[in-house]
């Protein structure tokens, strides 16, 4: 098998943060999660500042900044509040995500074409102040292109759909939703966009993203934090990441 090169995983410890807020107490406490995941071999840590708060809190974004010694990737909606914050945390990498207040989790890719001047204005100080911009999006091309014109560094793309129709078993589908995955990591490739990818990712579906060549890195979180409860999280994260070193052949 040919060695496509090492992947990086980010590790997204979001949904400690929903178990401690479910009882209201300190714990589990998200930076202790993530500095488990730095010593499992996690290459980043992901974390979700969500409007409403629901799981991540802005007190965790800054301990988490503090804490761990790899990069800290904070996904946010596109709003002045999230820029104030980010410009205060000073994360490595931000990633800009749709949010709706009613949603379960993030059900689509930010509409970047349809919001172009705003978000090129939007991320000019985030990219000034030195972080990794990046834009979660779908693997529609004029998405891709629209990330590429406003001076993105990375798109991330979603794969929620593509998990979806694979745990539902329709093979099918997943199989058509990968291709277009596929053509998306390509083209952004060739527009000069870091590829990721990310969003209900399992032992069961990630080798077929892992193995698509143009992609650099993955974000993992609600799998692995309910894989944690019968793994440990450190053992979870490993295996993940062994998965990931077999489809890559590295
Ligand atoms: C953008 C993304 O995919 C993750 O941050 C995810 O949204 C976290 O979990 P929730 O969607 O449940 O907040
Ligand atoms: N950006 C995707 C992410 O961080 C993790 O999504 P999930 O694994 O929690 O579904």
Redesign the pocket.
Known sequence: MKNLGKLRL?V?I??VATVRNARGSAWPDPLRAALLAEAAGADGI?A?LREDRRHIRDADMSALKAGIGIPL?F?CAATEEMARIVLETRPHAV?L?PEKRTER??EGGLDVAGDEARLRDYIAPLREAGARVSM?IGHDPRQIEASARIGAAVV?L???HY?DLHAEGREDEAAAELAALARGAALAHSLGLEV?A????TYDNVAPIAALPEVMEL???????GEAIYLGLEEAIREMRRRMDEARGS
Request: glycine share 16%; charged share 10%; hydrophobic share 25%.
């Open positions: 980010g997204n979001d949904h992901t979700h990737n996904e990633c995500v989790t993030t979660f991330e979603h794969t929620g998990s990721h990310g969003h209900g990712l974000n993992i979180g609600h799998f692995l934090i």
